[in-house]
């Protein structure tokens, strides 16, 4: 594609203008979007007519600017999660109701937890996740479950990315790791809100290395810790076994 003046190229910058969307900035001015994806207003102006009239993005009457509902329909096209999604969707279900929580599906994605689906439940506590949104693994059971069952030299890469932050907060990283192999689970205290703890399970392949996980938060401290990893891992055994890995695996 053309470069620009700087040097980027038009890819470059339309996924600039995409990426400078999340959940905490679902709308902004054009001359807000142009100031978080770097782009010249001028420039900005015309792309932004362009990607309003394939549907990327959508332009309000009061000028606001959010991403498209073609974007949406793109993303449910995706083969890397359609199937995960279909083969998770009833195992979920039945956790959601079990349990009396929020329930998610999340991979790991650019070195983030990037959730793929989310059953919402009346009355329960609170939970950050949200669908195609992204949390960081440090701060996570979905992410530290996900890490844990990850190939070693993902591990090893991810830690040399994030040595520093990782031993912070974990710094018995290594045991904590062995722990959640040994458990087949993840919980966290805390790290996100006070009051709840997260736990998670990972769906495994063939190998035994998570492919994604599965994970509700509860009320920190409560008597339900226990049924709910053992049924998170009952229902990512049965995910594996849905999507053609061995339940044993």
């Known amino acids: 594609m053309a470069n620009s003046p700087s040097g980027d190229s038009m890819l470059d910058r339309l996924v600039r203008i995409l990426d400078a969307f999340d959940q905490h900035t679902p709308s902004m001015s054009v001359l807000a979007l142009a100031r978080r994806a770097q ?22 009457k009061d000028g606001q600017v959010t991403l498209g509902l073609r974007l949406w329909e793109l993303a449910n096209r ?10 998770a969707l009833p ?25 793929i689906e989310r059953l919402s439940r009346p009355g329960s506590v609170v939970n950050q996740a949200s ?10 059971s979905m992410g530290m479950a996900l890490l844990a069952f990850s190939r070693p030299e993902a591990i090893h890469g991810f830690l040399e990315r994030h040595r520093e932050l990782m031993l912070a907060t974990h710094p018995n990283f290594r045991a904590e ?3 959640i192999r ?3 689970f993840a919980s966290m205290d805390g790290y ?18 998570a492919l994604a996980v599965l994970s509700v938060v509860v009320p920190r401290g409560s008597a ?13 055994r049965g995910i594996s076994r849905a999507l053609g890995y061995a339940a044993d695996a």
């Open 78 to 87: 995706s083969a890397a999660t359609q199937g995960l999604r279909k083969a």
């Open 182 to 184: 040994r458990n087949g």
């Open 91 to 115: 195992f979920m279900e039945d956790i959601n109701a079990l349990l009396g929580q929020n329930t998610q599906l999340s991979l790991l994605h650019e070195d983030e937890v990037l959730i």
């Open 39 to 60: 782009i010249p207003k001028a420039t900005m102006y015309r792309l932004l007519d362009e990607m309003v009239s394939h549907g990327l993005l959508s332009r309000g």
């Open 131 to 140: 669908v195609a949104g992204r949390m960081p693994v440090h701060r996570t």
């Open 192 to 209: 996100i809100d006070e009051e709840t703890t997260g736990v998670a399970a990972p769906i495994l392949d063939l190998q035994g290395y």
């Open 224 to 236: 339900t810790l226990p049924a709910a990893a053992l049924a998170l891992r009952t229902a990512a």
């Open 177 to 179: 790791m062995a722990e």
